[in-house]
């Protein structure tokens, strides 16, 4: 079945860019031969309808949309599992909260973001993985009453978040959760997180809203519909016949979560390749994890959560385009091959 999405997608991306350019060719053609084409008594949706090329650009169409209701058809029972995947109320009685915070040259946020967290109910403890920073991030960390964890070496902030992570297995925690260290998420916004993890595995964030986003955020438009597109997709993934999927998704890109302490121990070894520390998919490994979480029959909910302009320089700020764009591959390969 994941081969089958596969090719779909990837035939979906090459039929839309050949019915694209189909249309683009035949305006520019009219624009171009418009005024000979009304002489010689042709118009332009007599061109069309002649057109031996856009009959089999329909025909390569309609067999797509074929074989798309093929893949759907088999979809009727997919995840449908009332043990696994609907409705269960589970009362976490006494929370217990860990707090990951990856940090890299975040001196002017980190203080800020650790007391946020640590003065919130529920939290007891907050753990920052310092990716070996060259400001006073390991120092105001340490000062703000952190646990830090300090690596001798720039190793990227997906090992530095799937290191936290294992770190916070080690507390007595029962919720395990994650953040940016930029400050663009607000502490707060974990009170009405918890309450959902009643009833699923994990609770995600997402910056989609705009009446809950602060104008001039990091989060261009781009960036907005990219996450939107990439998450659809995800959705489409596991899609069913009779609920529109196992998960609901707006937004890859958001790193702000909480999760049950059981549920990360069933897949927290499955985030690195065997044998290494190295984590899986990159940059893309909090859409990694939460397909992790999909594919091992965890539950997910995403909320709207607050967004904020970060504290500091961005991290992606000056980011070339085409750097952009090939992170955005990344995320669409592990969609396509998780």
């Given at each position: 079945m994941k081969k089958f999405?596969?090719?779909?997608?990837?035939?979906?991306?090459?039929?839309?860019?050949?019915?694209?350019?189909?249309?683009?060719?035949?305006?520019?053609?009219?624009?171009?031969?418009?005024?000979?084409?009304?002489?010689?008594?042709?118009?332009?949706?007599?061109?069309?309808?002649?057109?031996?090329?856009?009959?089999?650009i329909l025909l390569a169409d309609l067999i797509w949309l074929i074989s798309w209701f093929v893949f759907i058809l088999q979809r009727k029972s997919y995840k449908t599992n009332s043990d696994l995947h609907y409705l269960q109320f589970e009362k976490i009685e006494k929370p217990k909260i860990c707090i990951i915070i990856p940090t890299y040259n975040e001196e002017l946020s980190i203080e800020k973001v650790v007391k946020d967290f640590i003065n919130q109910e529920y939290v007891e403890h907050v753990i920052v993985v310092d990716n070996n920073s060259s400001d006073r991030t390991v120092e105001i960390a340490k000062d703000s009453n952190a646990k830090v964890i300090t690596k001798n070496e720039n190793k990227g902030y997906s090992h530095s978040l799937v290191l936290g992570l294992k770190e916070a297995?080690?507390?007595?925690?029962?919720?395990?959760?994650?953040?940016?260290?930029?400050?663009?998420?607000?502490?707060y916004d974990l009170q009405k997180m918890i309450p959902y993890l009643d009833n699923c595995d994990m609770v995600i964030g997402t910056r989609q809203n705009q009446v809950m986003t602060e104008k001039g955020n990091q989060n261009s438009g781009f960036f907005v519909w990219a996450n939107f597109i990439l998450a659809k997709l995800i959705q489409m993934k596991y899609v069913s016949l009779e609920h529109m999927g196992i998960v609901n998704l707006t937004d890859v890109g958001c790193v702000y979560r909480i999760m049950k302490r059981e549920s990360l121990e069933k897949i927290v070894?499955?985030?690195?390749?065997?044998?290494?520390?190295?984590?899986?998919?990159?940059?893309?490994?909090?859409?990694?994890?939460?397909?992790?979480?999909?594919?091992?029959?965890?539950?997910?909910?995403?909320?709207?959560?607050?967004?904020?302009?970060?504290?500091?320089?961005?991290?992606?700020?000056?980011?070339?385009?085409?750097?952009?764009?090939?992170?955005?591959?990344?995320?669409?390969?592990?969609?396509l091959t998780v």
């Open positions: 999405f596969f090719s779909m997608t990837i035939s979906f991306l090459i039929l839309l860019v050949i019915n694209i350019t189909w249309v683009f060719v035949n305006i520019y053609m009219f624009v171009v031969h418009g005024i000979e084409s009304i002489i010689s008594g042709q118009t332009l949706i007599e061109n069309i309808y002649y057109s031996i090329y856009l009959r089999w297995i080690k507390t007595d925690a029962n919720i395990i959760g994650t953040v940016e260290a930029d400050g663009t998420f607000n502490a070894d499955k985030l690195t390749h065997n044998g290494t520390d190295q984590p899986i998919g990159g940059v893309g490994i909090g859409l990694y994890f939460t397909m992790q979480c999909i594919e091992n029959d965890q539950k997910i909910i995403e909320i709207p959560v607050t967004f904020k302009k970060r504290i500091g320089k961005s991290k992606i700020s000056g980011v070339s385009t085409g750097k952009t764009i090939r992170v955005g591959l990344n995320f669409l390969w592990l969609i």
